[in-house]
């Protein structure tokens, strides 16, 4: 397993509705912070009627080799919510657990 940087997101619409979106996942802390500039860079200044947002802080991750190769090509994978469950339950992503 290699660690990573794991970013929740989620969907808001202007309704007031707001659904969980999957994660994104990093090999760093500052090529996470290098892909939210480039998200929120390229936002028009008028609000849409539903966008997606980071929720929180990072987590601390694990994840399997053949998913690790991915990212290290990319630097950066944006996984939709099933996306995201699936992996997490055939453990191909492991959270750093709370001590």
Known sequence: M?????????????????????CSIHVSE?????????VYDSRTPKIPSSYERIVGTTVEAFVS??????????KNLRLTEIEKNNLISLEE???????
């Open 93 to 99: 992503i492991i959270f750093k657990p709370n001590t």
């Open 65 to 74: 080799d053949n998913l690790y190769s991915k990212l290290l090509d990319s």
């Open 30 to 38: 500052s090529e996470r912070d290098s892909y939210l500039k480039g």
């Open 2 to 22: 290699n660690k990573c940087v794991l970013q929740l997101w989620e969907e808001s619409s202007r309704n007031g509705i707001i659904l969980q979106d999957g």
